[in-house]
């Protein structure tokens, strides 16, 4: 092909692969051509094996088919910056094998990028560290895939499972939602034994087996909302609430999900937040931080607690 015709058919390809269809129409007037070219190009990448389905009618159009073979990305300056950045974090993430699975794929990047693009993604990778995020256990990739296509499925999950104390119980349950947080990954399931619902760390699943059995769960809570209010008061000794003299949107940008839940109040300018921790001092120090006013709720005990902080300020700024 000549390289204008070139030029257009990748174009024509990275268009396929940006959604999911495009009428002949919108194709011609991204590329600047008629509607018989986008129909010669089409052809053009047919014969080079790549599967593009057409189909008329209402909502028909061009659409790149799944083919044997997974054809090559065409990334702009922007989708590559964001893919390299992404890659990056996965490095340090929470997946079994993922590090070496992102180096070979920086590798592969950096081949194929032009010369331009390609000293701009070395920069950041060669100025860019990734912290390793504590002792959050890793879980295994395998079954994060099969219990992600479990719950688009509906279909229910048996596994092994240890419990905080160690104990370890067999679980049959029906997935609603994979949830992801700081360090670990979670699963919001229907517990068909204990009829109610329950979340999972992935970390402490074993012997997990996918049946043919279909989910009758009932309508199921927002997965995010429902594991982060579980993490966040679930694991710990002490339970609080206060209100803090600030806007709710303003409030969630001091605490991390697996922290703090914060809830509208009833007063304009105010939010209240819900939190745990095993050391009620500790939480008194970490809500003294705000700058904003606070107000204890509950427990009394924090109160106690913020009290005993405060003598120990006092002498300490003394």
């Known amino acids: 092909m000549a390289d204008g015709t070139t030029e257009r058919v990748l174009r024509l390809l990275g268009l396929l692969q940006e959604r999911r269809t495009w009428t002949g129409p919108e194709l011609a007037s991204e590329l600047g051509v008629t509607d018989r070219c986008v129909r010669r190009d089409v052809m053009r990448l047919r014969d ?9 009618g209402v909502g028909g159009g061009y659409q790149l088919g799944a083919g044997t073979a997974l054809p090559p990305l065409l990334l702009d300056a922007d989708e590559a910056i964001a893919t390299t950045v992404s890659l990056l974090l996965a490095a340090g993430g929470t997946v079994t094998g993922a ?31 990734t912290l390793d995020g504590g002792a ?21 999950v048996r596994f092994a499972y240890a419990g905080g104390d160690g104990r370890r119980t067999e679980r049959d349950v029906e997935p609603s939602g994979l949830v ?24 402490r699943l074993t012997d997990l087996a996918v049946t043919t059995w279909t989910a009758g ?7 995010a909302a429902y594991v982060q209010r579980t993490v966040t ?27 703090a839940v914060v809830e509208p109040d009833p007063e304009p300018g105010w939010c209240q937040v819900v ?32 009290a005993r902080v405060a003598e120990r300020l006092r002498a300490m700024a003394g």
């Open 136 to 156: 959050g256990a890793t879980v295994d990739g395998g079954d994060l895939m099969r219990l992600a296509r479990a719950t688009r499925d509906r279909v229910r």
């Open 217 to 223: 769960r009932p309508a199921h809570p927002d997965p």
């Open 180 to 203: 992801a947080t700081g360090r670990r990954w979670y699963l919001l399931a229907w517990d068909t034994a204990r009829d109610d619902w329950r979340t999972f760390r992935l970390d």
């Open 48 to 56: 080079l094996g790549y599967p593009v389905n057409a189909s008329q």
């Open 275 to 306: 939190a745990g921790a095993d050391d009620l001092e500790w939480l008194a120090l970490r809500f003294a931080e705000v700058d904003a006013a606070v107000e204890v709720l509950e427990p009394d005990a924090l109160r106690t607690a913020a």
């Open 233 to 259: 008061t679930a694991p710990y000794r002490h339970h609080a609430r206060v209100r803090l003299a600030l806007p709710p949107d303003e409030a969630r940008g001091l605490f991390t999900p697996g922290t």
């Open 99 to 129: 590090a070496d699975a992102t180096l070979r794929t920086l590798a592969k990047l950096d081949q194929v990028l032009p010369p331009r693009l390609r000293a701009e993604v070395r920069a950041i990778v060669d100025t860019t560290a």
